[in-house]
């Protein structure tokens, strides 16, 4: 458990999460109240990164359910293994047909057969998907729902169910409750918006690119050994960048491969010929490359 704001900075720290007050602050509130996180913002702005870092310093294990398109319960929940289920008849031929040996009619062997269903609906034969995983653990776990945005409306009224009272009921099984809440992260690229209802059960949290500040300390503390002067030439430089009117922001993962590629090029300094030939680092679409090329002057002054 984290003991207070504090607590939750220090500890994310410790781990390599530099979090904000902002983040910290939710954190803190999001484990008091026991609701989830949804965070919201552009990507490699540490939205996944934070989950893990939770998880890190609760010493929990952290079970994520990627999103995509198409997404749907049988994914994301519980699947019975129709293959091993038939596997299983198969080799249980000779024991099926004495079940129904006194049987005389059709129907009469399929009502013997219902009678043990169960041996084929039980345990042995349910495939757990994450969302179960995290239910059903008997220690506490971090449930990291990523990229929520890439499901699907039906999805998301799915995982709304589920997040409100965290159980669900198996046909075959019965329900199976929560032993303990899981610490719920939801994080989204903003693809499409999510809905209201899922946005009031959760706590809303916007992560923006960081702050120059924020930004030295990132790469100060993952690239030890990094001169102070470059350091503030490298977020001054990518701050000015984000200003531009770019396809795809470079972000803090692209900020730590342009200062890695500089260092690593021995460029102590930040000139046009230095940008030019690091470029590849800081955007990912041709047209961004021509956009940067055309303000450099401004990009690379002071
Ligand atoms: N606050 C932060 N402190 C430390 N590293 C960070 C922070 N935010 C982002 N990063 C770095 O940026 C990378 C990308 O973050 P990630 O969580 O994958 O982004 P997102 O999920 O928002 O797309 C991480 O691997 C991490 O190295
Ligand atoms: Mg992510």
């Not at 939710?26 to 949804?38: F, M």
């Not at 499409?192 to 500040?213: F, G, N, T, V, W």
């Not at 993952?222 to 470059?230: A, D, F, H, S």
Request: glycine share 4%.
């Amino acid at each position: 458990m984290f003991q207070s704001v504090k607590d939750v900075q220090k500890r994310m720290e410790e781990t390599g999460y530099i979090p904000s007050r902002e983040i910290s602050t939710i954190v803190y509130l999001a484990q008091e109240t026991q609701k989830p996180i949804l965070i919201e913002g552009p990507a490699g702005v540490g939205k996944t990164e934070l989950a893990k870092s939770i998880a890190v310093c609760l010493e929990q294990e952290m079970i994520r359910l990627q999103c995509y398109e198409g997404l749907d319960e049988s994914k994301a929940l519980y699947e019975w293994a129709y293959a091993k289920q038939l596997l299983y008849t198969q080799m249980l031929k000779g024991k099926i047909n004495d079940v129904i040996s006194n049987t005389a009619t059709l129907a009469e062997a399929v009502d013997e057969i219902a009678e043990h269903d169960d041996a084929f609906f039980s345990h042995r034969f349910l495939q757990t998907r994450p969302l179960l995983a995290a239910i059903s653990s008997e220690d506490p776990v971090v449930l990291l729902i990523d990229e929520v945005d890439k499901s699907d409306p039906e999805f998301e009224a799915f995982l709304l169910e589920l997040l409100s009272d965290f159980q669900v009921t198996i046909p075959e099984l019965g329900t199976i409750a929560a032993k303990s809440r899981p610490f719920v992260v939801l994080t989204s690229n903003n693809y499409r918006d999510m809905s209201d209802a899922l946005k009031r059960r959760c706590i809303h949290l916007y992560i923006d690119y960081p702050d120059i500040e924020t930004e030295k300390e990132i790469l100060r503390m993952k690239i030890p050994g990094i001169q102070e002067r470059l350091l503030s030439k490298v977020v001054d430089t990518v701050a000015r960048i984000r200003e531009l009117d770019l396809k795809k922001k470079p972000c803090i993962s692209e900020t730590l491969d342009w200062a890695n590629a500089l260092m690593i090029l021995q460029q102590d300094d930040i000139t046009e010929d230095a940008v030019f030939k690091t470029l590849n680092t800081l955007c990912k679409h041709r047209a961004d490359y021509g956009v940067v090329r055309a303000n450099i002057v401004h990009l690379i002054k002071g």
